[in-house]
């Protein structure tokens, strides 16, 4: 299984920019699609989580919006109203069910970088 995170580049701040993720792979299904987002020197922060409820963290709350496509094995973040601080690498992360696998496991996507500029 592989996760494939896109959408991410330079842009202004204001305004909306949404990422991808595609989860690909042996999956029978995905419990828990995340974002996360990583700046240099800082742990990585939790954005947003769609499972049994939505959840988002404190820094994004009434900004961004998760959603997912589950026939796609896709999720999405809304990045509504950026701000600088939003800079950085974002990470998307499920916890999948696979063929192989007795039990669900945690996945990671490679990253993609939003940089938001004044």
């Known amino acids: 299984v592989q996760l494939q995170a896109s959408g991410g580049g330079v842009v202004q701040t204001g305004g909306s920019l949404p990422l991808s993720c595609a989860a690909s792979?042996?999956?029978?299904?995905?419990?828990?699609m995340n974002w996360y987002r990583q700046v240099p020197g800082k742990m990585r922060e939790f954005i947003a989580s769609?499972?049994?409820?939505?959840i988002y963290g404190d820094s994004v709350k009434g900004r961004f919006i998760i959603s997912r496509d589950n026939g796609k094995n896709m999720w999405y973040l809304q990045m509504n109203d950026r701000e600088p601080e939003d800079t950085g690498v974002y990470y998307c992360?499920?916890?999948?069910?696979?063929?192989?696998?007795?039990?669900?496991?945690?996945?990671w996507g490679q990253g993609t970088l939003v940089t938001v500029s004044s």
């Open positions: 992360y499920a916890v999948i069910k696979t063929e192989l696998d007795a039990l669900p496991r945690v996945f």
């Open positions: 792979g042996s999956i029978v299904s995905i419990n828990v």
């Open positions: 769609s499972g049994e409820r939505i």
